[in-house]
DNA sequence: CTGAAAGCGCTTACAG
DNA sequence: CTGAAAGCGCTTACAG
């Protein structure tokens, strides 16, 4: 292993000196910056982060915690990692996803060692015990996500409000004004506290009152079994509606495939418009669906932004709300003239009229 | 910062003391060890990892090195991931996810800050050059996956010979005599050289020939779309096909719903057999597919076992194939008695009958 | 069984 | 602008 040592031998400066050419923390005549950037390269020398590590405090290396045990990895999980990672890149840090459980031990247990700078929080929970874990070990830290109390957190999240209120107008500009909320199902225990469903169906009581629509929120949990469930149940029980909101991916895939499979136009009969989706989950469907894009890549890079602005020391970064976006396919439309007493109708039968 | 300092100070030891015990390194006598036990208790210690790391040149860090923009990361890659990261944690390793172009560069970068203990290597390209980024610095490695040249190379991989031997064998004896795969498409430059679907489609062609079976292999790319098109073509062109093998999860999605809307039931008159999928994406449809699971967890514990072994000096296991295992869903079925020209026929609409 | 001391490869006041 | 030296918190021969 080549070290700083050998570099500055080379060179014939001090290692202080090379190392202040390095961290660019103390200025270095051009000459000298020469000699030493050329000895670096003929020995192929390259800083050790443990041993910088060591003496610096600061390992420069980025945890996104994340629960593989108690959340599926899925499609949207990826982009918030991926587009996090990138924004370390630019800064020089590595940003890594680090398995920790959620209740907070694994993470002490990390943070104890000293190897991370700071934290990226990923499905946080309303009232989350890695937050106290956090604050009570003075790691720096940001969540994607949000808990109840927020004072003085850095966090990024999904603007649920503006998503909703967005999505609801759009449906209600096209003329619909029967809508559904195919929701989370709050009445399971483990999400029970879990930030987007708490939000997304608060605002969607909220807003649709506000357009003076009836308001219908049905529960559901997040797989393509429930989904169609919903769907049926859906269909039994509210029977004009013309439009449905469903809060989650799979749910949403589910609500589709039931309502196809029930002989349903979708969109003719039925607009389908998930709130929080990837294009990649929206593509299994065909034709592609119209969705409400979750902003992964825009929170994943605001959350690691904010993170790195205070173990730089710089000003905080305000929390940021990103809603998500329309985004166009091919499963939302204005609804028909009032159906036929027939009902039913085999699917396609009818999408010239649509 | 409490250090080893400070818990022999109370202890009326020296570090060196502390050390052996921590480290189990050198015998200690139960009394020593209580007061220093109850030391590191009082003062709530926990050893730095950077600087246990600087001393001892192993950081006990494992990265599994991931292509995040080259590669989604799916259901399959969550998989691997977490039951590496535990069979890590179990041997007091930290394994986590860690984000490298898949042309080497980074991976170089990486390697020469002497951050990672050894690496594990997923999305294995048949030439791949991160290979030789490890074999030249001297890394220890595990592969998930399989390079051309492989002396030497400690490394676990999808028995993808006995896979697709067992998945036409079971269509087989179901009475299926008339089958197709539907492959990756091997044309795309960005896969040409990928392991799984060179590998799969040669099993492919050496097995149906030792069936007797006609050998017909359509090319297909991973997405839904490109499943149904497949689907498409394949009623068209070979309209007496059975049963379909799909190699890629997402296409396996399109052609079981391409095959719908062509009013084709499955399994009625077409069974489908997905080979490598995991039950999160068999569960999007509905009815559940019949798949040949994935077998990511117990790839993702050796592979890092495997790896682990190494960095501890111990003999290194064999190389382990392991098969993907037949998952039961409702997707394959023995094949009709052959059809009435009248074709097509409204799904469902025989469903007692198969 | 235990300790004193060197050393891992850097950073960073401090001094000049 | 550059250098000598202390120090980051551990591990590990070496000696006893």
Redesign the pocket.
């Known amino acids: 292993?080549v070290?700083?040592?050998d570099v500055a031998d080379r060179a014939?400066?001090?290692?202080?000196?090379v190392?202040?050419l390095?961290?660019d923390?103390?200025?270095?005549?051009a000459?000298?910056r020469a000699r030493v950037e050329q000895a670096m390269a003929e020995l192929g020398y390259r800083?050790?982060a443990v041993?910088?590590a060591?003496?610096?405090r600061r390992t420069h290396i980025i945890a996104m915690a994340y629960p593989a045990l108690e959340h599926r990895f899925g499609m949207s999980t990826a982009e918030f990692f991926t587009s996090a990672a990138e924004a370390a890149r630019k800064e020089a840090y590595h940003l890594v996803l680090w398995p920790v459980g959620n209740d907070g031990v694994e993470l002490r247990e990390l943070l104890g060692q000293g190897l991370v700078d700071g934290v990226v929080l990923m499905e946080v929970q309303l009232d989350d015990p890695r937050v106290d874990v956090l604050r009570e070990t003075g790691t720096p830290f940001a969540l994607i996500g949000r808990t109840t109390e927020l004072e003085g957190l850095s966090h990024v999240d999904i603007d649920f409000d503006t998503t909703v209120r967005d999505a609801v107008g759009h449906l209600y500009d096209l003329g619909h004004r029967e809508l559904v909320l195919v929701s989370g199902d709050l009445a399971d225990p483990r999400f029970h506290a879990y930030g987007p469903w708490v939000r997304t169906e608060d605002a969607y009581r909220r807003i649709a009152a506000e357009y003076g629509l009836p308001i219908v929120v049905m529960p559901c949990s997040d797989t393509t079994q429930a989904g169609q469930e919903a769907a049926d149940r859906l269909i039994q029980e509210h029977p004009k509606t013309t439009a449905i909101l469903v809060l989650n991916e799979y749910a949403a895939l589910g609500v589709i495939s039931g309502l196809t499979r029930l002989g349903r136009d979708v969109p003719g009969e039925l607009s389908v418009l998930p709130l929080l989706m990837v294009p990649e989950t929206a593509a299994l469907s065909n034709p592609e669906l119209t969705i409400m894009r979750t902003p992964g890549p825009e929170l994943g890079q605001l959350g690691t932004d904010a993170l790195i602005r205070q173990l730089e020391g710089a000003d905080p970064l305000p929390p940021q709300l990103v809603p998500a976006k329309l985004y166009p396919g091919a499963t939302v439309a204005a609804p028909r003239a009032p159906r036929s007493k027939g009902g039913g109708g085999r699917r396609g039968e009818r999408k010239a009229r649509s």
Not at 12 to 17: C, E, F, K, N, R
Request: charged share 15%; net charge positive.
């Open positions: 292993m070290t700083m040592r014939g400066v001090s290692i202080a000196t190392s202040f390095l961290n923390t103390k200025p270095v005549t000459a000298t800083r050790n041993a910088r060591l003496a610096s």
